[in-house]
């Protein structure tokens, strides 16, 4: 099959997911092009990438030439002029788009109409972010397929018009998440008997605040550095191989969602509940209503429900090694057979082909 799939080609956490997306199509037999929605045309040159770097570096909050509405209209139009060229040059079967803020409903209305490419959006973020909601509802019609990381509980809170919708979560790339064998120098530096990956929000960063008595390492962005956490704060930028080493080298990882503590219902997981088991890590998240759906809870995954129990979670497990290390063997055992990119992008594709 012959699939274009549109979506970022960069260290972003979308740009990330693609990777593993177009792996796993490839490994899947199909025939793969890769259209990069967000590279701008005004900065495809050397020398006005190179000057976009220089400011970002010296300038880092300048806004982007992108936010000026002039040029984001133009763009725009020249993103999807050459989206074009490259569907009528490709043809595929397919068009798989991951997100696709600025393909316009026009340029998927003409693929469809005149090469019959069936049109298919995996939203890889959940609903539940109120500023996502106007673009999934501009995008949701339009599409011939669409896939959500939420359960469909979203739907009732959040009316969609639809051709068709369904979940379908993210899930790890078993060739990058995966054991391995660290120096000793390594687990010095990625290793602690707990570890956050994620961006420290307010919300997150109060929570971690109670858990300063633990030997905490803290990876990823934060705004301010608070003084209780001085000592944790590790290193912002943390991609995926370096993930994987602090997954490896951590006693317990710590996922903690972005509604964790507050009084809406949480009703996705993140891809660390994927990613952590696939290697061999072991996870300690937040309840939610998907968790059970991937994973036994309480031989497979451990879930917390408020902070006392996370605590009392943490000291248990950081002083039962072998419990730890069983739970995570199946977990790693689930994730790798279950939860694989080649798994969810063989289930749309199955989808796909029989419905459409």
């Known amino acids: 099959m012959k699939i274009l799939l549109a979506a970022p080609q960069d260290q972003t956490a979308l740009g990330v997911i693609s990777n593993y997306c177009r792996n796993a199509l490839v490994d899947l037999g199909n025939e793969v092009e890769v ?16 000057l976009k770097s220089i400011a970002r570096k010296f300038l880092p909050s300048f806004p982007s030439p992108y936010a000026v509405s002039p040029i984001r ?24 788009v991951l997100c696709g803020e ?22 890889h973020d959940t609903l539940l972010l109120p500023y996502r909601q106007p673009l999934f509802r501009s995008i949701a019609a339009i599409y011939d397929f669409v896939f959500i990381i939420d359960s469909k509980v979203i739907l009732r809170k959040i009316p969609i018009t639809a051709k068709y919708i369904e979940t379908l ?10 054991r391995i064998n660290l120096s000793p120098d390594e687990i010095n530096i990625y290793g602690s008997d707990v ?18 008595e633990f030997d905490l390492k803290i990876w990823g962005r934060w705004q301010g550095m608070s003084q209780r956490l001085k000592k944790c704060y590790q290193k912002k930028d943390v991609y995926a191989g370096e993930a994987v080493k602090i997954y490896n080298a951590s006693k317990i990882i710590l996922d903690m969602h972005h509604l964790w503590g507050k ?15 696939a290697c061999a890590g072991f ?20 879930v917390y429900k408020d902070i006392d129990e996370q605590k009392h979670l943490i000291r248990y497990y950081l002083e039962h090694l072998q419990e730890r290390q069983t739970i995570a063997q199946r977990s790693y055992e689930r994730a790798r057979a279950e939860h694989t990119y080649q798994k969810r992008l063989k289930e749309l594709l199955e989808t796909v082909r029989k419905a459409a």
């Open 195 to 212: 570890a956050f990956v994620g961006t420290v929000t307010p919300e997150r960063e109060k929570w971690l605040g109670q858990l300063a």
């Open 35 to 50: 259209f990069d929605f967000r590279k701008h045309p005004y900065s495809s040159g050397k020398f006005i990438s190179g």
């Open 169 to 178: 979560p993210l899930a790890c790339s078993p060739d990058v998440h995966k």
């Open 102 to 123: 600025n393909i316009l409903g026009e340029t998927l209305q003409r693929i469809s109409r005149e090469l019959k490419t069936v049109t298919v959006n995996w939203f």
């Open 263 to 277: 009084e809406e219902e949480i009703i996705n997981v993140t891809p660390r509940v994927f990613e952590v088991p």
């Open 73 to 96: 209209s133009w763009t725009d139009k020249q993103i999807n002029q050459m989206l074009l060229e490259l569907v009528f040059r490709f043809k595929p079967d397919i068009l798989l």
């Open 283 to 302: 996870l300690l998240t937040n309840s939610s209503l998907q968790i059970g759906d991937f994973y036994r809870i309480g031989e497979e995954m451990i």
